[in-house]
Every structure is written in structure tokens, then in C-alpha cells.
């Protein structure tokens, strides 16, 4: 139940971002929206702005309010700026709700990776968390069928069928908010904000499940905390800045580096496939339908050994080996040396790896640092990663793939292996081997009591 209620917010964010590129060729028709290449960019800029400003504001409220009730709001928010979406009568209006749906959608990682971390167990915690991140693809197969389909000539005017594809979302997001009901709140929130009984009866609840009558293992060691409503402003800057600095700098580099190479390259495929490979606009949605494979099928393969291997081993390899595999991709493309087929099997390939390293990013912030500032924590560096690495990338390279050069474009690509690797070099220095551990051990908690003697 958690992973499905919890874990669609990644399939949302898929669904929403493989729409904006294979729908990018009708909307760039005069019977529709009459956008450009450069428009389109900005309103994915637009659309990443929105869910930095959605992390933050929300973020700090999962800390202060809990895990449950923002999860509740932020989805609500989502789902009403998607469908109101589809009824846009401009590119202002286009952009304005765009922004709302990632003001959702940024409001949804803070609160939702932050609810899984502490639900689930620590002994499969990588793994789980890769297999939520990776249900993102599977959101993008949906857009990406569903452009085909309702794009498909004869089917519906083209200034419908893109009005009816952002509908999906929306109802989507009707029926995951019912079953959120039912999921329950973070028993380790509700006890440093002193609803130690309500905690207690929720992981009675969850024992009696998970337990099936089973006798369960003893728990070793315990802490004793101080009940704090509300976490100062000060101890918030000292933890990151002070206690856990360097793994801010991890946490900080992870996410730059594999923004810029998503969001940068992600929503600006379908540009690619329309200006180098001549390729249909209503056929755009079946060439993306590989690349969302591999996205989906690499963290459900390779996501166990982020759990057994460790996370050094496995989050500095998938970031080192996606940016080497993309400057040769890149060095082939320039070359004009790669055909439609080739071009999507390189790129399949590609991301098969570095989907489980761009996980992984979200995985390492999310348990690296104390329960009371872990939402925040996942706000800001994702919101901090998405400024510097992801806002100006759709707006760059749309002007690089409008400007019809292959080379120039190409050093687009190669600045974001560049930073690939160099995410996977800091993995190896500053990495924390968090695997198999609980949260508390790995950052105890700011409201922990000294032992007496």
C-alpha cells in the first residue's frame, strides 16, 4: 500500500514530463498553441521552477505539519494544475499551470521520500526506494501511449487530443488521493513531536501485518529523545551546514549532476528526433517508448545491490559509467554515424545505467541526514540541484537544437557527462555507506538526549 499510494508521485512526474516532449511537435502547430523550440524550453524551465518553489514551501511543512497531511495537499494541488492545464488558451496560461503542476509534483518528493524512508525496512530500504523512483518511466510509457493514441490523425482535432493527454494525470491523481487515506503517518515524526501512543498503535498495526502471526526479532539498542514541535531555524542551518557538511556537498552534487543530464536531455528529446531524424510528431510517443524502458527496467535490476554491494560501490559506478557511455554516444552523433534505430538504443542503453544513479541522488538525501530537517533537507537539495543543473537546462538546449548544429549540440552533451563523472568521483570521497542501517544510526536524530553515566 505505501509503495502504491506513495510511490505514483514519481509516476506522475513522468507522465507530466514525457507529455511536454512528445507533445512538443503539435504544440508547436499554428492550430494549436503556435509555440517554438525555445518556448517549449522555457516552459519546461517554467514547469522545473515550479517544483523548486513547490519543494521548499512544502518541505518545511512536512517537518513542521507531518509526513501525511502535505502528502494529501500536494497531490490535491497536482491534479487540480494538470487539469486546468488542459484547458489553456494561450502559452501564458500553458505556462502558469505548468508552474502550479510542478509546484505539486516538487511539494510530492519532499513529503513522499521522506514518508518512505521512514516506513520502510532498513535491510531492503535502497531497493524499495530505487523501485518508487523507477515508476516514474512507467508514468512516462503512459504519456507516451497515450500521445500516440489520442495524436493519432483522424482520431480527434489536434487541438484536442493534447488537451485530453493532460487530462490523464488528473484522474490518475483522483484515485491515488482515496487510497492515501489509508496510508499511515510516520511513527518516528509523531514521536519527536510527543504522540508517542498514536506511534505505538501504528507500528502495533504494522507488526500485526507484516508479522502473520509470527514471532518478530528483538530490537537491540534504543535512543531517548526530547519532544521539540518545532525545529529552530539556527539548528536547522547548523545541521546542514556545520554537522553534516559534507554530506551537503554530496547531497548538493548528486542532484546538479544528474539534473542538468535529465532535465536538460529528457525534455528535449523529442526536439532531437524532429530536427536530426525527421520523425513524425504524432510518432514520437513510440521512440520514447524505449527510453522509458530502460529507465524502468535498470533500478528494478540493479536496485538490489545498492543494498548488498553497498551505495559507494553502486551510486559511484552508475554515475561514472552513464557520463563515460554518453560522450561516446555523443562523439557518435556529432559524427553523424548513429540512424533513428541506433540513436534509441544508445540512448536505451544509456539510461538503463544513470536512471539508477539519478535515484540513487534522491536516495542518499533522503536518509543521510536528522528526521527532523529530512523533508527540508530533500527540498532544498532538490531544489538547489534543480536550479543549478536542471531550470536553465531545457531553456539551453532547446536553443542548442534550434540552432541546427550538431557540434554545438554536442557540447551540450558533453558538459553533462562531464558532470556525471564527476558526481560518481564525489560519490567515492564523500559517499556514506548507509546500506542496511537504520536512519538513526546513519544521522541521529537533532532532538536525541544524552545518556547519563
Known amino acids: 500500500m505505501v509503495v502504491i499510494a506513495l510511490g505514483v508521485t514519481w509516476l506522475l512526474d513522468g507522465l507530466e514530463g514525457m507529455l511536454a516532449g512528445s507533445l512538443a511537435g503539435i504544440l508547436k502547430r499554428p492550430d494549436t498553441l503556435a509555440m517554438s523550440d525555445a518556448t517549449i524550453g522555457l516552459t519546461s524551465t ?8 513547490g519543494a521548499v514551501v512544502f518541505g518545511y511543512a512536512t517537518d513542521r505539519l507531518g509526513r501525511k497531511r502535505l502528502f494529501s495537499l500536494t497531490l490535491l494541488l497536482y491534479l487540480s494544475a494538470t487539469a486546468a492545464t488542459a484547458f489553456s488558451w494561450n502559452v501564458a496560461s500553458f505556462a502558469f499551470f505548468r508552474a502550479l503542476t510542478g509546484a505539486g509534483i516538487g511539494g510530492e518528493y519532499a513529503a513522499i521520500n521522506s514518508a518512505v524512508d521512514e516506513l520502510i525496512p532498513a535491510r531492503v530500504r535502497g531497493h524499495v526506494d530505487l523501485l518508487i523512483n523507477s515508476t516514474f518511466w512507467i508514468g512516462a510509457l503512459i504519456g507516451s501511449g497515450a500521445s500516440v493514441l489520442l495524436l493519432k490523425p483522424g482520431l ?3 487541438d484536442l487530443g493534447w488537451r485530453f493527454a493532460f487530462g490523464i494525470g488528473a484522474a490518475i491523481g483522483i484515485g491515488i488521493l482515496a487510497l492515501r487515506r489509508h496510508v499511515p503517518e510516520s511513527p518516528r515524526w509523531l514521536i519527536v513531536h510527543g504522540r508517542a501512543d498514536e506511534a505505538a498503535r501504528i507500528v502495533d498495526d504494522i507488526e500485526a501485518k507484516a508479522g502473520e502471526g509470527r514471532k518478530l526479532d528483538p530490537v537491540h539498542g534504543s535512543i531517548e529523545l526530547r519532544v521539540e514541535h518545532r525545529t529552530p531555524w539556527p539548528n536547522i542551518w547548523n545541521a546542514m551546514a556545520n554537522q553534516h557538511r559534507k554530506r551537503s556537498i554530496l547531497g548538493f552534487t548528486l542532484m546538479v549532476t544528474q539534473a542538468f543530464f535529465y532535465n536538460a ?3 528535449t528529446y523529442g526536439l532531437v528526433l524532429l530536427r536530426y531524424y525527421h520523425v513524425a510528431p504524432e510518432k514520437l510517443g513510440l521512440f520514447l517508448v524505449p527510453l522509458a524502458l530502460g ?34 554516444t555523443t562523439w557518435l552523433f556529432v559524427k553523424d554515424a548513429l540512424t533513428t534505430l541506433t540513436q534509441a538504443v544508445a540512448w536505451t ?10 535515484s540513487s541522488a534522491y536516495l542518499t538525501v533522503s536518509e543521510i541526514f536528522p ?3 529530512r523533508a527540508l533537507a530533500i527540498a532544498i537539495f532538490y531544489a538547489f540541484g534543480t536550479l543549478a543543473g536542471g531550470v536553465g537546462g531545457p531553456v539551453l538546449f532547446g536553443y542548442l537544437v534550434g540552432a541546427g ?13 562531464a558532470l ?11 559517499g556514506v555507506d548507509a546500506e542496511r542501517k537504520s536512519l538513526e544510526s546513519i544521522a541521529a536524530p537533532l532532538t536525541t538526549r544524552p545518556r547519563q553515566s
Open 265 to 267: 536531455v529528457l525534455f
Open 420 to 430: 556525471m563523472v564527476a558526481g560518481g568521483v564525489t560519490e567515492i570521497f564523500l
Open 46 to 53: 517554467i514547469y522545473l521552477f515550479g517544483a523548486v518553489v
Open 156 to 158: 480527434l482535432p489536434p
Open 371 to 373: 528526521l527532523e530537517v
Open 295 to 328: 529507465n524502468f527496467f535498470g533500478p528494478v535490476l540493479m536496485g538490489r545491490f545498492f543494498d548488498t554491494l553497498g551505495r559507494r560501490t553502486m551510486i559511484s559506478g552508475t554515475y561514472i559509467l552513464s557520463g563515460v557511455m554518453l560522450a561516446i
Open 349 to 358: 542503453v544509456i539510461l538503463f545505467i544513470a536512471s539508477s544513479a539519478a
Open 405 to 417: 548544429s550538431r557540434s554545438m549540440l554536442g557540447w551540450g552533451y558533453i558538459a553533462g557527462a
